[in-house]
């Protein structure tokens, strides 16, 4: 037997979240079984156990979209029992049931092999957000972003992958303004590394000027909708915005100006569904320049237990940092 957490509908459509002792035969079926040690709080989780329950198709249903931990059981060669593993993406916790059980069945392909100088907990801090945000700074290097060419604006700072993504750019020696709308979060933002704090306001007021001045060198930006649109506008010539989030909405206000006129890139990042080797380079980067020190200061511990509560604060943008769930014990 083991716990998990298990979102059931009734027949009016009401959805509830508790806390269950399942058997190994309910598993959904998979190549490796894995005895998860640790989870994350993210956005779709808080979507998954919240009343809409608009990503879950099947009910009961065992969310959390990623988690780490160790092969119990494997039919694929690539994986023996004691390998430690972590698995973001692949529709984990919303299609299939994911990381909020301390057992876990899933598809080889979808695993990656924890690398070597992260522990699995500290893998959980990064998690999905953090591996997102791997992504869009690695995209921002591969089209030509460098440190000396100027700040870096990062968008929705104080959530999961803006913390992350803040803390790997200013290791790294990028000059790092970061974006939110709650003041109170500007101390914890400049732990981590930004020199700069910008309040959301100044990039949600409307303008109905196309180009503005030349200020930032590139961004991680996950917010999206009316915010990405308007620091299109500011972006210097050839800079590259790396798009991670629809926070703001999926429509994007914006005109052609600022890709014809100043060359910017817009770079779709999504994290759901990376060829293997792309998922391998992100966590090995992680694991060479993300400040274990940082890392550990956005973290907050939680149980299976405390995830309902959890569920419904991350919707409310109640929840700073990085949320990471025990589920060792």
Known sequence: ???????????????????????????????VTVAVEFSTVNYKDGLCIGPGGGLVRNYPHVPGIDFSGTVEASDDGRYKPGDKVVLTGW???EAHW??????????ADWLVPLPTGITARQAMAVGTAGFTAMLAVQALLDHGMKAEDGPVLVTGAAGGVGSVATAILANMGFEVAAVTGRPETADYLKSLG????????????????????????GCVDAVGGAMLARLLGQMKYGASVAAVGLAGGAALPA?????????????????VMQPY?????????????????????????????????????????????RVVVDLSA
């Open 1 to 31: 037997m083991f716990k998990a957490l298990v979102v059931e509908k009734n027949d009016e459509g009401k959805t509830s979240a508790s806390v269950q002792e399942m058997t190994l035969d309910q598993l959904p079926e998979g190549e």
């Open 91 to 93: 529709r984990v916790g």
């Open 98 to 107: 994911g990381g909020y059980a301390q057992k876990a069945r899933v598809k």
């Open 194 to 217: 930004a020199t700069q704090i910008v309040p959301r306001e100044e990039l949600n007021e409307t303008t109905k000027r196309p180009l503005e001045g030349e200020t930032w060198a």
């Open 255 to 271: 005109t052609v100006i600022p890709f014809l006129l100043r060359g910017v890139n817009l770079l779709g990042i999504d994290s």
């Open 277 to 321: 080797d792309n998922r391998l380079r992100a966590w090995a980067k992680l694991a060479e320049v993300l400040p274990m020190d940082k890392l550990e200061a956005m973290v907050q511990p939680a149980t299976l237990e405390d995830l309902p509560q959890l569920g419904r604060d991350i919707l409310k943008g109640q929840v700073k940092g």
